[in-house]
């Protein structure tokens, strides 16, 4: 199994503060944001392993070794993997709430959180969907790519993105969460090897598109004062709403400004 920590922990090898978002640095944030294809390249390296170990009988005699040499060592029904998956992103927030800022203010990075959820789903559930493998334990053909792992590397490379200026101390802090999600997810004969790989990179690719976007989207939620024709000013409303894909489910998670 210690060849699937050094996979999944990866980006720790590859890879301040700014106020809110106003039109007079709309050209630095865009600068910030532009899109790299070097970042890519990891997420892209994960994702086409999961792939083709849907295929590969290589790959597949290692998923299936892999289970074998697990399940002689750890007895599945560890929950921890539930809550890790959320630990990164959650990290952000209580570091801000105890004066450790991050990049972006509370409303411009749940914007960014928001997105990087939204697109993940986006990739996720149409695969869970088509049923391209079956679980480890049998229970269903949802096994590929690992939602929860997908959900923890898009929570740690937002939590890099948001202190890699600042503290990269703090920046790094959250891949060993999610590639230790991803190992309990074997660990708990929920996936197999592939499926984890997999879901890191797109977990990954989700944090940086959200990123990437981030400069239009942000236009979506900045207030714009308006005069009625009472001569009364005020600022449009503006609404978020992001699906979430869960084990049991799909749930929704919503971002009001008034």
């Given at each position: 199994?210690?060849?699937?920590?050094?996979?999944?922990?990866?980006?720790?090898?590859?890879?301040?503060?700014?106020?809110?978002?106003?039109h007079?640095?709309?050209?630095?944030?865009?600068?910030?944001?532009?899109?790299?294809w070097k970042?890519?390249?990891?997420?892209s390296?994960?994702?086409?392993?999961?792939?083709?170990s849907?295929?590969?009988?290589e790959l597949?005699?290692?998923?299936?070794?892999?289970?074998y040499?697990?399940?002689?060592?750890?007895?599945?029904?560890?929950?921890?993997?539930?809550?890790?998956?959320?630990?990164?992103?959650?990290?952000?927030?209580?570091?801000?709430?105890?004066?450790?800022?991050?990049?972006?203010?509370?409303?411009d990075?749940?914007?960014?959180?928001?997105?990087?959820?939204?697109?993940l789903?986006?990739?996720?559930?149409?695969?869970?969907?088509?049923?391209?493998?079956?679980?480890?334990?049998?229970?269903n053909?949802?096994?590929?790519?690992?939602?929860?792992?997908?959900?923890?590397?898009?929570?740690?490379?937002?939590?890099?993105?948001?202190?890699?200026?600042?503290?990269?101390?703090?920046?790094?802090?959250?891949?060993p969460?999610?590639?230790?999600?991803?190992?309990?997810?074997?660990?708990?004969?929920?996936?197999?090897?592939?499926?984890?790989?997999?879901?890191?990179?797109?977990?990954?690719?989700?944090?940086?598109?959200?990123y990437?976007?981030?400069?239009?989207t942000?236009?979506?939620?900045?207030?714009?004062?308006?005069?009625?024709?009472?001569?009364?000013?005020g600022?449009?409303?503006?609404?978020?709403?992001?699906?979430?894909?869960?084990q049991?489910?799909?749930?929704?998670?919503?971002?009001?400004?008034?």
């Amino acid at each position: 199994m210690r060849w699937i920590l050094i996979l999944l922990l990866c980006p720790l090898l590859g890879m301040g503060q700014t106020g809110p978002y106003n039109h007079a640095d709309s050209s630095a944030m865009d600068a910030a944001n532009t899109f790299k294809w070097k970042k890519l390249i990891i997420p892209s390296v994960f994702v086409g392993y999961g792939a083709a170990s849907l295929f590969s009988e290589e790959l597949i005699e290692l998923n299936t070794s892999t289970r074998y040499e697990t399940r002689e060592h750890i007895k599945p029904g560890a929950t921890i993997d539930n809550y890790m998956q959320y630990a990164p992103a959650a990290a952000v927030y209580g570091l801000n709430a105890f004066g450790i800022k991050g990049k972006h203010d509370l409303r411009d990075r749940t914007i960014i959180y928001g997105s990087s959820q939204l697109i993940l789903s986006a990739f996720i559930i149409p695969m869970k969907k088509l049923g391209l493998e079956v679980r480890p334990d049998g229970s269903n053909r949802a096994s590929f790519p690992s939602g929860h792992t997908a959900t923890a590397f898009s929570a740690a490379q937002f939590m890099f993105h948001e202190y890699k200026d600042s503290n990269p101390w703090i920046a790094f802090a959250g891949y060993p969460v999610a590639a230790a999600t991803g190992t309990y997810r074997i660990f708990n004969d929920r996936h197999w090897v592939g499926d984890v790989v997999a879901g890191a990179g797109i977990g990954m690719l989700s944090t940086e598109m959200a990123y990437w976007l981030f400069p239009y989207t942000s236009k979506l939620f900045h207030r714009q004062n308006h005069c009625d024709y009472h001569g009364h000013y005020g600022h449009h409303a503006s609404l978020l709403v992001t699906p979430t894909y869960q084990q049991h489910g799909i749930g929704i998670a919503m971002l009001s400004e008034f």
